[in-house]
């Protein structure tokens, strides 16, 4: 039988269903090789699909107040994020409330919630997994904790496949139950039936799904194109910060980018942001000022001339030919 257990205290929502235990967590260090680190990922998700499946999970479920605001020290995603803890704890920030997820437990952040993070070694050192959807696909990286208490990811890979978008509506669904306000037992059900066909869906993009680029491209080429998908928003990407990812040189990086795809790496971070861009502004929900900021521009003025030159037209344009109305 279940034990569901729906706890308020304070500003703090968590939705517990008995806590799980951090001792048979997978472990992976800092120096792993690229191929470890998905059997990491794998490991990690059929772990917590397990203690979902018999019951034994917390899950931390954030209030979505004041979504898609710029707020000092903070940043969102347009798309949910997953965190799952291994080691250590980390404390989120939100803007009403702040959350501590400790080794064994798992955070879901509700699309453009805006959250800031700071890491912290307790009992282990500190590790995490974090699952992100990038555009048309899932990607996956751990997370260490730098000497600022930041966290900063490593492993990254990315799966291009069309499960991202039904796991997405996965975790919108239990985001929705969770605050809807409707029966608390039905609300918990739900929650673990969505949730484990989330984590599934998960395991399966990372067994079923091939990665090219493991056997086609320079494997500092791939780790490349995989970092640029996972970090897109960041406004300081660039060439420079990719190069000192990589450990190599942003000269080396560009000439070998370009060799090994016939483009240059600047362009090739222009168009993933475009074409990010385009997805977005076919949600009227969102303005176009929130989405260039999303999609890693400062400058709305810069972002508009950049879409017209890859497009031939402008975002309001766009929206037009689309059917948007805004």
Same mark, same amino acid.
């Not at 203690?51 to 004041?66: D, I, T």
């Not at 970092?227 to 000439?255: E, F, M």
């Given at each position: 039988?279940?034990?569901?257990?729906?706890?308020?205290?304070?500003?703090?929502?968590?939705?517990?269903?008995?806590?799980?235990?951090?001792?048979?967590?997978?472990?992976?260090?800092?120096?792993?090789?690229?191929?470890?680190?998905?059997?990491?990922?794998?490991?990690?998700?059929?772990?917590?699909?397990?203690?979902?499946?018999?019951?034994?999970?917390?899950?931390?479920?954030?209030?979505?107040?004041?979504? /898609?605001?710029?707020?000092? &020290?903070?940043?969102?995603? +347009?798309?949910? =994020?997953? #965190?799952?803890?291994?080691? !250590? $704890?980390?404390?989120?920030?939100?803007?009403?409330?702040?959350?501590?997820?400790?080794?064994?437990?798992?955070?879901?952040?509700?699309?453009?919630?805006?959250?800031?993070?700071?890491?912290?070694?307790?009992?282990?050192?500190?590790?995490?997994?974090?699952?992100?959807?990038?555009?048309?696909?899932?990607?996956?990286?751990?997370? /260490?904790?730098?000497?600022? &208490?930041?966290?900063?990811? +490593?492993?990254? =890979?990315? #799966?291009?496949?069309?499960? !991202? $978008?039904?796991?997405?509506?996965?975790?919108?669904?239990?985001?929705?139950?969770?605050?809807?306000?409707?029966?608390?037992?039905?609300?918990?059900?739900?929650?673990?039936?969505?949730?484990?066909?989330?984590?599934?869906?998960?395991?399966?993009?990372?067994?079923?799904?091939?990665?090219?680029?493991?056997?086609?491209?320079?494997?500092?080429?791939?780790?490349?194109?995989?970092?640029?998908?996972?970090?897109?928003?960041?406004?300081?990407?660039?060439?420079?910060?990719?190069?000192?990812?990589?450990?190599?040189?942003?000269?080396?990086?560009?000439?070998?980018?370009?060799?090994?795809?016939?483009?240059?790496?600047?362009?090739?971070?222009?168009?993933?942001?475009?074409?990010?861009?385009?997805?977005?502004?076919?949600?009227?929900?969102?303005?176009?000022?929130?989405?260039?900021?999303?999609?890693?521009?400062?400058?709305?003025?810069?972002?508009?001339?950049?879409?017209?030159?890859?497009?031939?037209?402008?975002?309001?344009?766009?929206?037009?030919?689309?059917?948007?109305?805004?």
């Amino acid at each position: 039988m279940l034990l569901f257990n729906l706890i308020f205290c304070s500003k703090t929502y968590i939705f517990r269903i008995k806590l799980m235990s951090e001792t048979n967590m997978p472990h992976v260090s800092k120096n792993t090789p690229e191929r470890d680190y998905l059997n990491f990922y794998r490991d990690t998700l059929r772990i917590l699909l397990d203690k979902v499946h018999r019951g034994r999970f917390k899950l931390h479920l954030p209030r979505p107040l004041e979504r /898609l605001r710029r707020l000092a &020290g903070m940043h969102f995603h +347009f798309e949910p =994020e997953l #965190f799952i803890q291994v080691g !250590g $704890r980390t404390d989120f920030t939100f803007p009403r409330e702040k959350m501590r997820l400790s080794a064994g437990e798992a955070l879901l952040v509700p699309r453009g919630l805006p959250h800031s993070e700071i890491a912290q070694n307790h009992k282990k050192d500190f590790l995490n997994l974090v699952v992100m959807f990038p555009r048309e696909g899932v990607g996956m990286h751990t997370g /260490l904790k730098d000497d600022r &208490g930041k966290p900063q990811g +490593f492993g990254l =890979e990315y #799966f291009k496949t069309e499960k !991202g $978008r039904q796991i997405e509506r996965y975790f919108d669904d239990i985001a929705n139950f969770y605050h809807s306000g409707n029966n608390v037992d039905k609300s918990a059900m739900a929650i673990q039936g969505l949730f484990q066909a989330a984590l599934a869906e998960l395991i399966l993009a990372t067994e079923e799904i091939e990665i090219p680029s493991r056997t086609t491209e320079h494997a500092k080429v791939s780790e490349c194109r995989k970092y640029v998908l996972s970090r897109i928003y960041d406004p300081a990407l660039s060439v420079k910060k990719l190069a000192g990812q990589i450990n190599c040189s942003p000269d080396y990086l560009s000439h070998l980018f370009s060799t090994e795809t016939g483009e240059r790496l600047s362009d090739f971070i222009h168009q993933e942001r475009i074409a990010l861009a385009k997805r977005h502004l076919q949600n009227p929900v969102l303005n176009i000022k929130e989405i260039a900021w999303s999609c890693g521009f400062t400058d709305q003025g810069y972002f508009t001339r950049l879409f017209k030159r890859l497009t031939g037209e402008t975002p309001k344009t766009f929206r037009k030919k689309c059917g948007i109305k805004y």
